[in-house]
């Protein structure tokens, strides 16, 4: 039997939801919500609100939906800081660091890879996350790959498999017979354990035809496409995003004006990682030029070891409202209805009747904090599923 929670005195609600409230984002002022085991079940102002078992007094903080974390490579071992130490005394970035903590991945246990997941996805759990994308990408073999995946797959729905993350070391000099493994016995492998395939496509990585290779062999599998796409210099990688109709095209740092009509004609999310550009000191993505354009913006944390070793969706929040050209209320549609877009899920990154029950309070009045007060630690409470967790 299910038990119910009215969560009350919330002096503003963002529901997403442009039917419930105001605006955009939905939003209800002094409101509440009642959750009935793990969805929720109402929402309106507070003075309206029915009975419920338990009683949560919100206490004149704002609530907002859970963040949706959509791009996230969480297994993986080692440390990168001399790299990141070496990029911020001057050093460019470039995509073969990767293969640092491949080596050290391949050589840590399951028990040690699965610690790590749970750590990292504890600590964004804390700060506001209750949907978390991870992908594999650090093993590079048909085991390691597997491996990571099954990891992942203990700890979240939404897996990825990312064989095509560089070319693996054994096949330096053989890239195709490398795209060869990860499209045939690798993938068969991993597709058992994933939801998603993706491909980093990049210079130093995978040209256009290789990443579609890697796609379609995905898609054969019943994997659906997602794309490292046009993160260093412009490429294919959205163009072939739209084409095959990935859920995301993610990084989209260097757009043409045809991969911005491309995006906003498709029905793929450009997925945004201010993560990356704030650790690589790189050019930051356009936000402004794609939602101007009518394209469908997330915003993820990309952490990972290397270029983006943050699990804190308001760091990136406050990061797109300063550096990228989006209002604060862009950024945090985007960082939970954005990111649910981006899974093709409807029922997080919302909070409505039937949605599932993931929210978080603020130790503030209003969402806007989240950008206002950057780096201050400003989730009070997380609900997950109806579970009162942080």
């Given at each position: 039997m299910t038990t119910s929670t009215l969560i009350t005195n919330i002096t503003t609600l963002v529901t997403n939801d442009p039917a419930l409230g105001k605006g955009p984002l939905g939003q209800i002022e002094d409101a509440a919500v009642v959750i009935d085991g793990n969805v929720v079940a109402w929402v309106g102002r507070a003075e309206d609100a029915p009975d419920a078992d338990h009683r949560h007094d919100?206490?004149?903080?704002?609530?907002?939906?859970?963040?949706?974390?959509?791009?996230?490579?969480?297994?993986?071992?080692?440390?990168?800081?001399?790299?990141?130490?070496?990029?911020?005394?001057?050093?460019a970035y470039k995509a073969g660091g990767i293969r640092t903590t491949v080596a050290a991945t391949r050589a840590a246990t399951d028990e040690q890879l699965s610690a790590n997941v749970a750590r990292y996805i504890g600590e964004a759990l804390r700060q506001g996350t209750t949907t978390f994308e991870t992908k594999s990408g650090y093993g590079l073999t048909v085991e390691d790959e597997a491996r990571a995946l099954r990891i992942a797959a203990q700890h979240t729905d939404e897996v990825t498999y990312l064989g095509a993350h560089i070319v693996g070391p054994e096949y330096a000099d053989d890239p195709a017979g490398y795209v060869e493994l990860v499209t045939g016995e690798m993938l068969d492998a991993c597709a058992p354990y994933a939801r998603w395939v993706d491909v980093f496509c990049e210079k130093g990585a995978f040209d256009g035809d290789q990443a579609r290779a890697v796609l379609l062999a995905g898609q054969a599998k019943g994997l659906t496409p997602r794309v490292h796409a046009n993160q260093l210099t412009y490429g294919p990688g959205v163009q072939l995003a739209?084409?095959?109709?990935?859920?995301?095209?993610?990084?989209?740092?260097?757009?043409?004006?045809?991969?911005?009509?491309?995006?906003?004609?498709?029905r793929t999310v450009a997925t945004l990682l201010p993560g990356a550009e704030f650790s690589t000191r790189a050019q930051w993505p356009n936000a402004r030029r794609l939602l101007d354009a009518g394209v469908t913006v997330a915003l993820s944390t990309d952490c990972n070891p290397g270029s983006s070793f943050t699990s804190s969706m308001p760091f990136c929040i406050a990061l797109a409202v300063r550096d990228m050209g989006m209002t604060p209320d862009e950024a945090v549609w985007a960082a939970t209805a954005g990111g649910a877009a981006a899974l093709r899920r409807t029922d997080v990154g919302r909070i409505a009747p039937g949605a599932r029950a993931d929210l978080a309070l603020l130790d503030a009045p209003s969402h806007v904090h989240l950008a206002y007060r950057p780096g201050v630690p400003l989730i009070r409470d997380v609900w997950r599923q109806g579970v009162k967790c942080a």
């Open positions: 919100a206490t004149g903080h704002a609530a907002i939906p859970g963040f949706v974390d959509s791009h996230s490579h969480l297994v993986f071992a080692g440390d990168r800081t001399q790299e990141f130490n070496a990029r911020m005394s001057g050093q739209v084409e095959l109709e990935a859920a995301s095209a993610d990084h989209c740092t260097h757009l043409t004006d045809a991969d911005v009509d491309a995006l906003a004609n498709g």
